[in-house]
């Protein structure tokens, strides 16, 4: 293949990775019964005027898999820290001994269970959408490709190719979600 062909495909293959990264960093958010600093991720607490990731204001641990300890490098950031977990309404109740935060994470019920396998299937589903988007915008390249003088033999096997990492893409976000769905349903 041309130089152009393989520069399409290299910026594809990047493209479609990025999708999954974020995937995979929505669905770490996504609570599975299990304590997990995951879902403290982007929260933001105020830390003299600057909403700041409290991951950068306190150290997050998971003591077991029932909870959540959240140790601030300054107590007067406690109640800071606090007020942003109740405010992100993730359903959270912290619980503060003055040095450390606690966060109990309750058992999930069925129903709830299925909820959040059903945002798991959404999340995955538009991680499809983006990756066949990506995949019609490489298509439509490769279609430009021979009004610049590159033969159609070379245009089939990008096309050809570009289906090819799609179904490959497609394939790893199948595995996500069965994996977590499997998480989320494990008592």
Not at 159 to 183: N, R, S
């Amino acid at each position: 293949m041309t130089e152009k062909c393989n520069l399409c495909l290299s910026d594809m293959q990047k493209d479609m990775q990025n999708v999954l990264n974020y995937l995979e960093k929505e669905l770490g958010k996504i609570r599975a019964g299990k304590a997990n600093v995951k879902m403290l991720e982007g929260l933001k607490a105020d830390y003299y005027g600057t909403m700041t990731p409290i991951e950068q204001i306190a150290m997050l641990t998971t003591p077991d898999s029932k909870q959540i300890a959240i140790q601030p490098w300054e107590k007067s950031t406690i109640p800071a820290i606090e007020k942003a977990i109740m405010a992100a309404n993730l359903g959270f109740n912290p619980q503060n001994n003055g040095e450390i935060i606690r966060i109990v994470i309750p058992a999930l019920t069925e129903e709830r269970r299925k909820d959040l396998v059903k945002k798991v299937k959404k999340e995955t589903e538009q991680a499809k959408i983006n990756i066949r988007n990506i995949r019609r915008n490489v298509n439509t390249l490769a279609k430009e490709l021979k009004d610049e003088g590159v033969s159609e033999d070379e245009i089939k096997k990008l096309e050809t190719e570009i289906q090819k990492c799609t179904d490959e893409f497609i394939a790893k976000t199948d595995k996500y979600l069965e994996i977590k769905e499997k998480e989320i349903m494990t008592i």
